[in-house]
């Protein structure tokens, strides 16, 4: 089952096409901030970036990459056709310095702007990033030499650095287990 | 006690401008009359334009006289710099001579060369929400031909918009700020200057830096400035601060030159592995209030 998504079109809170520095992003901020408090059940929310001609890192900076900070490890957002190189690398610029991961979809392929995760989990993430839902002991699994306990670490890992999103579920045997979700 | 400052009957690009403060003894800020010389065969590039008009607005505000004589009057470089729209800027209480232009070349000709944005004044009463933009859509028009225009007009948005909002966010100062872009052709480069009349740099980054930087504080201006643009430093902490390093990213890509001036130094950065080093510097300038930056791209 998919987890609720919910879309936002960037352009829809910008007075022109065109971002430009902390003022007008903190401006736009809490329109942002609103529309995801009004979708308690949504748990990602994949930005369209369609009819944004340009936007600087400070935007960048106080718009999407803020929401993605504030709501880290709850809420999860996405690109889902940042497609001006130009502008991805502002975002990555902005992403970067706030060290928060924000994940750009193309045509199905995945790309983490600001952050990589680390050598250590980078095989989780890819693994998670094929699937909307994993658990620990599906990749434990599927992985030489891997123990539940060490994925379960990864995954607790990338979770806590913004890379995925994480909810409680039922296991087999009745206790509590962590379903890790990719953001998009 | 008078300032003369002389300019060359040539080229005169920032460097030569600083030639022509130091010659003149001690600077123009706290001299009763200050005058600029424009000889016949003077010819100004914006970065130098842009630095001087700040100049001359500043010694207006702190109350002395300045004068501009043109020697060639309007057929010479004060033509030019009508076009600019630099009299439209310039303080109404500073002489120029023969005459200030009575029509604006700025007005007249607006927009109609791509090659040359007027100079846009920062104001920061009156925020121009567009002016970003439309200096880019200047570097696009006037670069149109080149297959990475897009590229180019992608940078050349992120170097304005920083380099203003940086104006607006920490000059700190009630006086007007300036942008401009000139496309030179015949050098295949495209400069892009922005100029504010506040506190400078060092002066708003400084007291932060023990708290926020402390292996940083005991860096000389010039080493603080090549961290500000290598790796981004704000007052505000870590989390800011990444809009000239930022410019400087992008800049890099043109291989674009990269020249500071602050209140008593002057600094010239090249792109070299890692971003920008030191090319040059200069200490114990002539006082001019503010930042003024420039990049030169390389359109080659």
């Known amino acids: 089952m998919n987890e609720p998504m919910e879309r936002i079109r960037l352009r829809n809170f910008m007075d022109s096409s065109e971002g430009w520095g902390r003022e007008q992003g903190r401006k736009v901020y809490p329109a942002l901030l609103d529309l995801v408090e009004t979708r308690p059940g949504a748990m990602i929310f994949k930005v369209s970036l369609e009819g944004v001609k340009r936007i600087d890192i400070s935007f960048a900076s106080e718009t999407i990459v803020e929401l993605a900070r504030r709501y880290r490890g709850k809420k999860g957002f996405c690109f889902i056709d940042l497609v001006d190189p130009d502008m991805a690398e502002n975002w990555d610029a902005a992403a970067a310095r706030k060290a928060q991961p924000l994940v750009s979809w193309d045509h199905g392929k995945a790309r983490t702007l600001g952050v990589s995760p680390s050598q250590g989990t980078l095989g989780a993430f890819e693994f998670a990033l094929k699937r909307p839902r994993t658990r620990a002991a599906e990749f434990a699994a599927a992985t030489k030499d891997m123990s539940i306990a060490n994925a379960s670490t990864k995954f607790k890992q990338l979770w806590e650095q913004g890379f995925l999103l994480r909810r409680d579920d039922v296991a087999e045997s009745g206790g509590v287990e962590y379903s890790y979700y990719r953001i998009g | ?300």
């Open chain 2, 1 to 300: 006690m008078d300032c003369t400052i002389h300019l060359p009957p040539r080229w005169v690009n920032a460097e030569t401008l600083e030639g022509a403060l130091c010659s003149a003894g001690h600077g123009p800020h706290g001299a009763t009359t200050t005058a600029f010389v424009f000889p016949g065969g003077c010819k100004i590039m914006i970065d130098a334009a842009v630095r001087l008009l700040s100049l001359c607005n500043q010694l207006d505000a702190s109350t002395g006289r300045v004068r501009l004589d043109f020697e060639e009057g309007e057929s010479g470089v004060m033509g030019y710099l009508n076009r600019m729209g630099f009299f439209d800027e310039l303080s109404p209480n500073a002489e120029v001579s023969p005459a200030r232009p009575t029509i604006s070349g700025a007005e007249v000709h607006g927009g109609s060369n791509p090659g040359l944005v007027e100079i846009a004044n920062i104001n920061h009463k009156a925020r121009d929400q567009a002016l970003p933009g439309r200096l880019t859509d200047a570097v696009v028009l006037a670069c149109g031909r080149r297959r990475d225009v897009d590229e180019l007009g992608g940078a050349a948005f992120t170097v304005f918009a920083e380099l203003i909002d940086n104006v607006f966010s920490h000059s700190q100062t009630p006086l007007d700020g300036y942008a401009a872009l000139q496309v030179y052709p015949k050098g295949d480069s495209l400069q892009v200057a922005v100029s504010d009349s506040g506190l400078g740099i060092m002066q708003t980054l400084r007291p932060a830096l023990k708290t926020e930087y402390p292996s940083l504080a005991g860096l000389s201006d010039t080493a603080l400035l090549v961290e500000v643009f290598r790796q981004g430093l704000s007052r505000h902490g870590a989390d800011r601060g990444c809009g000239l390093q930022g410019s400087a990213a992008k800049a890099i890509k043109f291989r674009a030159d990269l020249d500071v001036r602050l209140p008593g130094t002057r600094v010239a950065l090249k792109p070299g592995k890692g971003g920008y080093a030191t090319a040059h510097c200069q200490d114990n300038l002539p006082l001019v209030w503010g930042t003024h930056i420039c990049f030169t791209f390389r359109l080659d």
